[in-house]
Structure formats: C-alpha cells, structure tokens
C-alpha cells in the first residue's frame, strides 16, 4: 500500500513527558501537513512542510510542538512536557504541488491521550 | 480571520433521498474549496475540488455548487444510500499554505 502511513496509532503518555509522532506521506508527494483533531471537531492546521522547508505554522501551535520532515521524506511531530489538552487524534497529509493536484491524502492519525 | 461554518447539527434522511449539506465561509473568497469525507476513527478522504471560476462539479452521486456571492457551497448526494453515512467536511486555502477546515456535518442515511 502507498498511502500515508503514521506511528504510533496510539499513544498513551502522562502529563509533563515528551512524545513524538512519524509520518511517511507518499512517496512522489512534496507538500506535507499535520493538523490536530478533537471530538467534534475539523482538523485543525497544525504546520506545513514544502519539501524540508517548514513554510507555515499555526500561531496556535505552542513552543511545546516542533516538526521536523529532513530530507523532504518522512516527517516527525514532537510535543514536549505533554498537557492533558493535548489529548487529540494528529493527522498527516500530504499532496502533490502540480497542475490542478491540490487534493490532500490523509494518514489513519495517531491517537494521543494524555493522563 | 477565514471561517468556515457547516451544519452542526446532524443530517438525517431516508435511503433513495438527495442529502444537501452546506458550508459557508467569511473574509474573502478562496481561489478553490475542497470536500472530504470522514468516518470514525479515520482520516478525511478527498471527495471533489471545485474552483471559483466553476458553478458546479459533479462525480457519479455527488455534487459540489460555488457561489462566490454568497461565500457558499453546496455539497449533494442524490440517491443516498446507508454506505454514505460519514462526515463530510468542507475545507479551502486561505492564501497561503494553510487549509482550514469546517467542524463537519453528520449524515446519516435510514435504510
């Protein structure tokens, strides 16, 4: 299968420990994008990735969050001194930059609780 | 800021039956909006994309309108069947690399 594949599917972690999310988007895909979702809720941008280059990130996004894609390939998440409001499912996705692609390809998400 | 408001409350309609779900937007308009769909426990999966130059796009049941007077979209499913039981969002770009999302409307179609 050549979806977007992200580990763990589940996380389970107590408040104040570090945690870190993988993402392998498809393999030909240059654009890369986490978003945060809660119960109820939309996915909520989290940072973009162009290749290795992080173009955006949300203003929401605390000094506690870092994402990393070296290379252009894989791309890795990491919430540091984790907070009970952390607890949401974390989405990758990624798309390809050309002509009229602009469709982005979902992960399954990694479930993180945080107690 | 860009905001996007979709049916909060859930959708319920009888198997055979066009399901129509709206999204509305504020600020300005974006260049394309996108649909997705989403079941529980799973990522959204794309539906359509339909640009602000287009008033309506369509792919076998569905069917997306743009109305860029309005800052609407319409989403429509004709001839519903229980399968199409999911979220189904409505997203756009707000100019730069950012997506937002609407908080999804439930469908659920009775058999």
């Known amino acids: ?115 | 800021s860009q905001k996007i408001e979709q049916n909060s409350e859930a959708l319920n309609i009888q198997e055979g039956k066009t399901a129509t779900l709206t999204c509305n937007y504020t600020n300005y308009s974006p260049a394309y909006l996108q649909w997705y769909r989403q079941d529980p426990g799973r990522g959204p999966v794309f539906l359509l994309l339909i640009r602000e130059n287009e008033k309506e796009k369509r792919k076998e049941r569905l069917k997306v309108t743009f109305d860029t007077t309005l800052k609407q979209s319409l989403f429509h499913i004709t001839a519903s069947q229980p399968a199409d039981s999911a979220t189904y969002l409505c997203a756009l770009e707000t100019g730069g690399f950012k997506t937002i999302f609407g908080a999804g409307t439930r469908l659920f179609v009775k058999a």
């Open chain 1, 1 to 115: 299968d050549t979806g977007v594949s992200q580990n763990p599917r589940h996380k389970i972690t107590k408040r104040g420990q570090n945690v870190t999310f993988r993402c392998d988007p498809i393999s030909e895909h240059n654009r890369l994008y986490w978003y945060r979702q809660t119960l109820g809720q939309g996915p909520e941008f989290l940072t973009y990735f162009q290749n290795e280059a992080q173009l955006e990130k949300s203003r929401l996004l605390s000094d506690r969050f870092s994402a990393e894609r070296p290379k252009g390939s894989f791309s890795t998440l990491e919430i540091q001194r984790t907070e009970q409001g952390d607890s949401a499912m974390y989405l990758c996705a990624s798309s390809y930059r050309g002509p009229g692609a602009y469709e982005q390809y979902f992960g399954p998400g990694t479930r993180l609780t945080v107690t």
